[in-house]
């Protein structure tokens, strides 16, 4: 994202058009090497120079992440689209996520592998340009934003069940979506519209540098969602503590006490001695209402868990490349790059991988979600949705 090619090529393109005899040198590493000293000090990285066996390898890794990205994401819109169970409200952000993160693999990754393995030059033209960092910004911010609000879905889910109406109303999710994907715009529109021009000379290709634009893409596609991310994690963590110290006896309830107790008031209840249906009763409301504060408790727990990982995956995968991003035009100058291409590669393909860790986040952390895999991944699609049924009903009789 915001990085499409070398960032050496940009004085480069200006001395092969202004040099005939340059232009058809053996190598862009050999044009650069007859540029002035102090313009390669100022703005240049040679271009990476793989041998076959390093293009091979790293041609491979990155087609794996990329075709597991593609994978992952299809299985969560697949399983979303088949499965009764998982076809509510609140699932239609993990839907909208999937289709972010598959749009990075199909439109993004494949022009990124071709151009990382030329050693960074950008081959598909000046026109194709804007368009590919079009797609790269609104997809990779589609994503980010999309986990944003997904945190504070599952906030407002777990401290407001009752007035929050968003998971049960498919029409207000969608406009929350809707919200995402132009926010996801308003950074993607601007260098068409004669604000903040893309760099794209011969051989590169990169996102605007200009001052105020940077600061405002790099704030709204990523900052601004992660400082809210941060908070709402907070806030579910806090609640999950506060939850778990109201509700604890000496020591918080385990299911087979309160089962034990339960049996007990029914054996006490057969007796029938004088007085004792007013207590058993009033100990049936007492163990119902520690019940669901257990249930309370556990599902602000995995929340809280959840959020937590997510939070952390995403801030490892995207905040070096964001914080390169950030300062890139103010050390190096709008006209080009001058940081190190293998810097800006390794960083970069460290917030794709974000693309294809979510899918498997959410699996983990969600038993339908990864019962519907394992089904698909084998091949039963039939009665899918009775087994899954019966997943639960079983789940339900051991509670």
Known sequence: MFVTSGADLALASRATSASPQMRYSSSPTAELLQLPNATLYQCAEQLLDFGLAEKVIIGAMLTLITVVTVMGN??????????????????????????????????????????????????FGEVFCNIFIAMDVMCCTASIMTLCVISVDRYLGITRPLTYPARQNGQLMAKMILGVWLVSASITLPPFFGWAQNVNT???????????????STGVAFYIPMLVMLVMYYKIFKAARKSAAKHRFSGFPRQKDL???????????????????????????????????????????????TLGVIVGVFTICWL????????????????????????????????????????FIYAFFNRDLRSTYKDLLRCRYRNINRRLSAVGVHEALKV
């Open 74 to 123: 299809t299985l969560v819109v697949i399983a979303v689209s088949v499965v009764k169970k998982l076809r509510q409200p609140s699932n239609y952000l993990l839907v909208s996520l999937a289709v972010a993160d598959l749009s990075v693999a199909v439109a993004v990754m494949p022009f990124v592998i071709v151009t990382d393995l030329t050693g960074g030059m950008w081959l």
């Open 320 to 359: 070096p490349f964001f914080i390169l991003s950030t300062a890139r035009p103010f050390i190096c100058g709008i006209e080009c790059s001058c940081i190190p291409i293998w810097l800006e590669r390794t960083l970069l393909w460290f917030g794709y991988t974000n693309s294809l860790m979510n899918p």
């Open 259 to 305: 089962e034990t107790v339960a049996n007990d008031g029914l054996k006490m209840q057969r007796l029938k001695p004088p007085g004792m249906a007013e207590e058993c009763a009033a100990l049936s409301r007492f163990l119902g209402r520690e019940r669901k504060n257990i249930s309370i408790f556990k599902r602000e727990q995995k929340a809280a868990t």
């Open 202 to 216: 011969e051989g590169l290709c990169l996102i605007s540098q200009d001052f105020g634009y940077t600061i405002y």
